[in-house]
């Protein structure tokens, strides 16, 4: 089984989106019926923010998720989580806008089974 490398870094904010994979039957009178699409249909989303770091602190990071090129998993504990689980991060954007060499970093973490 492979290993997974662990988030460097603690996030400041984060925001739990859902939507559950569902296959629909969608019949001619108006009903439709609902399924889940899988075992594992109803994975979190997070939308999460590092604000105003050290610019190593977000080089670091940035670093970190560029070498995960946005398909490789990675261990990652939730705000409010006892347990890490296993998460991509597809896009991510670093704001390098202060000019007193702090930055920030927004990225979207979608969880997986492995």
Known sequence: ???YPTFPMAVDSSQ?????ALR???FGDGYSQAAPAGM???LRKFSVSISMKKGADIDAVDAFLSERGGYQLFW???PGASTPALFVCETW???ESNLHAAKGLSASFEERVA
Request: positive net charge.
């Open 93 to 95: 954007s670093v704001d």
């Open 1 to 3: 089984m492979p290993t």
């Open 40 to 42: 594992n249909h109803n």
């Open 16 to 20: 739990l989106a859902r939507a559950p």
């Open 76 to 78: 990652w504990t939730p």
């Open 24 to 26: 629909r039957a969608k």
